[in-house]
């Protein structure tokens, strides 16, 4: 009788598949160690991409600048243009707009940056937080410099420029024109970053938003304290313009903060 062929077994051995991790078991962060001299290269390259963002920006800042500048004018009720006190103002006014305007188109490649270089620091939960709030901040910061620049400033204007005009001839300094508008659009636009930061507090259960809700007075008082710095003139009226959006985004972020920034109980604590 022939033999039955005999099938030789295989002699590797087939892999284990790892067992892979649930999504609901906590996991452990790592930290990288950066050296004194690592850290001043991560530092060096992140401003380096900053000014390079902010240069290239510089180049839409000096296209719009002209254009900006006259409707500072007319909106600061300046019919016969702008008072100047040194013969180099109106080319540094000029470049100066410029340079402002190339930060502000800027501003999310630089909010990035200084993330990026705060991130290895983070837990992933917080880079995950950070990170995704990074649009809400820029287009906070961008919606609270234009109310400044739409509304809040040239009704600030239209009240001085008509204060008392029998008594005094009414022909700003072009230099402290542009610092009313730079101080009134920063300020709101950091003023601005309210709810994002309302968020975040509550996210990372640093204050929870029945907290928010108590502290309600005290918010309202730094607030009228706040619109007091940031108003640069010390009429009510304009002080009003700059707390009355503040006191809606406080409520807002309470909102926000009860809907969005509960924080997750994890395993351990739900047993």
Same mark, same amino acid.
């Given at each position: 009788?022939?033999?039955?062929?005999?099938?030789?077994?295989?002699?590797?051995?087939?892999?284990?598949?790892?067992?892979?991790?649930?999504?609901?078991?906590?996991?452990?962060?790592?930290?990288?160690?950066?050296?004194?001299?690592?850290?001043?290269?991560?530092?060096?390259?992140?401003?380096?991409?900053?000014?390079?963002?902010?240069?290239?920006?510089?180049?839409?800042?000096?296209?719009?600048?002209?254009?900006?500048?006259?409707?500072?004018?007319?909106?600061?009720?300046?019919?016969?243009?702008?008072?100047?006190?040194?013969?180099?103002?109106? +080319?540094?006014? $000029?470049?100066?707009?410029?340079?402002?305007?190339? =930060?502000?188109?800027? @501003? #999310? &490649?630089?909010?990035?940056? %200084?993330?990026?270089?705060?991130?290895?620091?983070?837990?992933?939960?917080?880079?995950?937080?950070?990170?995704?709030?990074?649009?809400?901040?820029?287009?906070?910061?961008?919606?609270?410099?234009?109310?400044?620049?739409?509304?809040?400033?040239?009704?600030?204007?239209?009240?001085?420029?008509?204060?008392?005009?029998?008594?005094?001839?009414?022909?700003?300094?072009?230099?402290?024109? +542009?610092?009313? $508008?730079?101080?009134?659009?920063?300020?709101?636009? =950091?003023?601005?970053? @309210? #709810? &994002?930061?309302?968020?975040? %507090?509550?996210?990372?259960?640093?204050?929870?938003?029945?907290?928010?809700?108590?502290?309600?007075?005290?918010?309202?008082?730094?607030?009228?304290?706040?619109?007091?710095?940031?108003?640069?003139?010390?009429?009510?009226?304009?002080?009003?313009?700059?707390?009355?959006?503040?006191?809606?985004?406080?409520?807002?972020?309470?909102?926000?903060?009860?809907?969005?920034?509960?924080?997750?109980k994890t395993t351990a604590a739900a047993a």
């Amino acid at each position: 009788m022939a033999r039955a062929l005999r099938v030789p077994k295989p002699r590797f051995k087939v892999p284990k598949i790892p067992r892979l991790p649930r999504t609901d078991e906590p996991y452990e962060d790592v930290f990288a160690e950066m050296t004194l001299q690592e850290h001043l290269e991560e530092l060096r390259s992140r401003i380096v991409k900053t000014c390079i963002s902010i240069g290239i920006a510089f180049i839409a800042g000096v296209i719009l600048s002209r254009p900006l500048l006259e409707e500072i004018r007319q909106q600061a009720n300046a019919d016969s243009g702008l008072d100047v006190v040194s013969p180099t103002d109106p +080319i540094a006014l $000029y470049f100066k707009i410029a340079l402002y305007i190339a =930060i502000g188109i800027a @501003m #999310p &490649v630089i909010v990035w940056q %200084l993330i990026g270089f705060l991130a290895p620091g983070l837990t992933r939960k917080e880079k995950r937080v950070l990170f995704s709030s990074l649009p809400f901040v820029t287009m906070l910061f961008l919606g609270g410099a234009a109310y400044a620049f739409f509304f809040a400033a040239p009704r600030a204007f239209d009240f001085l420029s008509t204060f008392l005009d029998r008594t005094f001839d009414w022909s700003p300094e072009g230099n402290q024109v +542009i610092n009313f $508008y730079l101080t009134l659009m920063i300020g709101l636009g =950091i003023s601005f970053q @309210m #709810p &994002v930061v309302m968020f975040l %507090l509550s996210k990372f259960n640093i204050v929870s938003p029945k907290r928010m809700r108590q502290y309600r007075k005290y918010a309202l008082m730094g607030i009228l304290v706040a619109s007091a710095i940031i108003t640069p003139s010390t009429d009510p009226i304009n002080m009003a313009f700059v707390a009355l959006p503040l006191l809606a985004l406080y409520e807002v972020g309470i909102v926000i903060a009860q809907v969005f920034g509960k924080p997750r109980k994890t395993t351990a604590a739900a047993a």
